[in-house]
């Protein structure tokens, strides 16, 4: 193995200045409610805001603001969106089933959360695929109260209609313009507007990552997720062009995305930097695109195939794309990945809008031991037991046992009066 082309500044990495402005935040919104976050909008979005909350007449003017085409685009990805959360969700079932000791009943019941908050960002483009991505799964999964936080989107009195437009086809049940880690800071406390919710899920910036790290407790969290990225395999056959864009796709979405290349020659390495130079020239994101990629961007040079395997493994990235010859072969021994893309034809694009998957997935790693967004996420596991009085005779001897092994005479004696004993 050897390193073509490495990391320049690595702009992703944490830092305590962000740690210590998301606390004043968080106590701030927590004390002072909307007022705080009315005055964050104008401070971060500037725009004047009377209120927090977004009415049912903003929602349908968007409609009016928006291409027939794009919500045309919205409605296909969202009926796709919803079949695959609805073919995971047959995958998952309620169980109930006899013990082979006599008179004990088991199970589990599917639990939704009852209330979630979805954060979509806006940043420097709106995401409306996002609304999508968070709002539909916690609705399959039967979630009652969907809530949805966004910032101001530049150039609009508010939050982009496409957005906007997205949270309604989705069933969001109530839209808030508020972004950031003051966004969060409201779902997790609750304002005056913005209700409290048990679960908070969607993608951010580090104040928004940061946000959703402390208040993890008073709340629940979908994942800490860090900068995009995404890590292609490539050998000699792959076309250079598709690597080479999809690199740059995922170096357009800001400063701090990380895209790396595991090819089997310095000859394809030098061929795919030419076609970054190229696109990135003909495209109106090139230019910040290019810039990223210089930042964090990777090319590694791998002595063969199964060296690129282990290393795609233990990097485990939030997307990871196969550009070989026998690409489903070599998909088959990835095992770390938030959301796999198995060919040249399928670029990490189809996953982020369309193809059905979610696109809210673990980075830093965290594939290694966590799971993408999905419709399980809003789903409680809840565990059932129903015992007979010949239930409790079979079980009283080993549960009496270990409770006097564990010093816990309470537990031990709330057995034995039950037997008699």
Same mark, same amino acid.
């Given at each position: 193995?050897?390193i073509y082309k490495n990391a320049e500044r690595k702009t992703y990495e ?132 969907v809530v949805a936080c966004s910032p101001a989107a530049r150039g609009c ?151 690129a395997i282990a290393l795609a493994n233990d990097n485990a990235p939030e ?20 959301? *796999?893309? /198995? $060919?040249?034809?399928?670029?990490? =694009? +189809?996953?982020? &809008?369309? @193809? ?16 993408? *967004?999905? /419709? $399980?996420?809003?789903?409680?596991? =809840? +565990?059932?037991? &129903?015992? @007979? ?33």
């Amino acid at each position: 193995m050897r390193i073509y082309k490495n990391a320049e500044r690595k702009t992703y990495e944490r830092d305590q200045q962000t740690t210590d402005l998301v606390a004043d935040i968080l106590k701030n919104v927590a004390t002072n409610g909307d007022a705080e976050l009315i005055d964050l909008a104008k401070k971060f979005d500037n725009i004047e805001l009377d209120t927090v909350k977004v009415d049912r007449k903003a929602v349908e003017e968007a409609y009016k603001k928006v291409s027939k085409e794009t919500v045309e685009a919205i409605q296909n990805a969202a009926a796709q969106i919803r079949f695959f959360a609805e073919k995971q969700l047959e995958t998952l079932k309620p169980l109930t089933t006899a013990s082979p000791i006599p008179g004990v009943t088991l199970g589990h019941r599917l639990i939704p959360v009852e209330t979630v908050g979805a954060y979509v960002p806006a940043g420097r483009y709106p995401l409306p695929s996002t609304a999508l991505m968070l709002a539909i799964p916690a609705k399959v999964a039967g979630v009652k109260k969907v809530v949805a936080c966004s910032p101001a989107a530049r150039g609009c009195d508010g939050i982009h209609p496409a957005v906007l437009v997205a949270m309604d086809i989705a069933g969001v049940d109530e839209i808030f313009c508020s972004g950031g880690a003051q966004a969060v800071a409201a779902m997790a406390y609750g304002t005056e507007s913005i209700p409290r919710v048990d679960l908070i899920c969607g993608p951010g910036n580090r104040y928004v990552v940061e946000a959703k790290r402390q208040v993890l407790g008073s709340v629940g969290i979908d994942s800490l997720a860090g900068p995009s990225e995404v890590l292609i395999i490539a050998d000699d056959f792959a076309n250079p062009d598709y690597t080479a864009i999809d690199l740059l796709a995922q170096s357009e979405h800001d400063s701090v995305a990380r895209s790396t290349l595991l090819c089997l020659s310095e000859d394809f390495g030098k061929k795919v930097e030419e076609s970054l130079e190229k696109f990135a020239s003909e495209l109106p994101t090139g230019e910040l695109a290019m810039q990223t990629w210089k930042d964090n961007g990777m090319i590694i040079v791998c002595d063969n195939m199964e060296e690129a395997i282990a290393l795609a493994n233990d990097n485990a990235p939030e997307h990871l794309e196969v550009h070989t010859i026998n690409a489903q072969t070599v998909a088959n021994e990835l095992t770390n990945f938030g959301s *796999l893309f /198995v $060919g040249e034809y399928t670029p990490v =694009a +189809f996953g982020d &809008y369309c @193809s059905g998957t979610n696109h809210t997935l673990p980075t830093m790693a965290s594939a290694k031991y966590s799971s993408g *967004l999905w /419709v $399980g996420t809003f789903l409680k596991t =809840a +565990f059932t037991q &129903y015992i @007979s009085k010949e239930g409790c005779q079979n079980l009283s001897k080993t549960c009496a046992t270990l409770a006097g092994e564990e010093g816990l005479s309470a537990h031990q004696k709330s057995v034995l009066v039950r037997v008699g004993k």
